[in-house]
T-cell receptor, first 114, second 116 residues
Framework: DTGVSQNPRHKITKRGQNVTFRCDPISEHNRLYWYRQTLGQGPEFLTYFQNEAQLEKSRLLSDRFSAERPKGSFSTLEIQRTEQGDSAMYLC????????????FGQGTRLTVV | GENVEQHPSTLSVQEGDSAVIKCTYSDSASNYFPWYKQELGKGPQLIIDIRSNVGEKKDQRIAVTLNKTAKHFSLHITETQPEDSAVYFCAARDNAGGTSYGKLTFGQGTILTVHP
């Protein structure tokens, strides 16, 4: 499968725990995005990488959230001290700047904080 | 920043009918407008997109129209089938400051139900 891959697909965690999600983009894509989607809403932008550089972060991304893309390939999104309000679907997308930035999404990681 | 409004929030049609979903955007500098289909428990799947230098684009039963002056764009699905049932999202590419990184602003979604 050459699409965007996200792991895990589902994560249930207790409030206060830390969680980390992984995203493997389409191999030739240099841009990677994280979005958050709550029930009944469209995805909301969280952050963006071009290669290994994190170029933009949304105000939605509190200090408890951190994202990395260390070698310009896969990316991780960590949430520290999870809260119930963090429960959502976390979506990763990738694109190639040379093709007009058409973004392809992964299947997402569904986080439930109990 | 960009703001995208999408209507209707739910749409129910009979198989074979047409379905139209409309979106408006606020940033006149936005230049790229994709549509995504999302099935339950899955990520959004790109189904069609249009750039600001084009007024209409068609792909089999799906078409998208863009009115830059009015800042609105629409998705048209003809000859609907039960497998078209899903949530559809429009989006606009934020072009803040004239530099486009590909960040998308999404509408609220339309739940399309096609009855056999």
């Amino acid at each position: 499968d050459t699409g965007v891959s996200q792991n895990p697909r589902h994560k249930i965690t207790k409030r206060g725990q830390n969680v980390t999600f992984r995203c493997d983009p389409i191999s030739e894509h240099n841009r990677l995005y994280w979005y958050r989607q709550t029930l009944g809403q469209g995805p909301e932008f969280l952050t963006y990488f071009q290669n290994e550089a994190q170029l933009e972060k949304s105000r939605l991304l509190s200090d408890r959230f951190s994202a990395e893309r260390p070698k310009g390939s896969f990316s991780t999104l960590e949430i520290q001290r999870t809260e119930q309000g963090d429960s959502a679907m976390y979506l990763c997308a990738s694109s190639f700047s040379g093709t007009g930035a058409v973004a392809f999404f992964g299947q997402g990681t569904r986080l439930t904080v109990v | 920043g960009e703001n995208v409004e999408q209507h209707p929030s739910t749409l129910s049609v009979q198989e074979g009918d047409s379905a139209v979903i409309k979106c408006t955007y606020s940033d006149s500098a936005s230049n790229y407008f994709p549509w995504y289909k999302q099935e339950l428990g899955k990520g959004p799947q790109l189904i069609i997109d249009i750039r600001s230098n084009v007024g209409e684009k068609k792909d089999q039963r799906i078409a998208v129209t863009l009115n830059k002056t009015a800042k609105h764009f629409s998705l048209h699905i003809t000859e609907t089938q039960p497998e078209d049932s899903a949530v559809y999202f429009c989006a606009a590419r934020d072009n803040a400051g004239g530099t486009s990184y590909g960040k998308l602003t999404f509408g609220q979604g339309t739940i399309l139900t096609v009855h056999p």
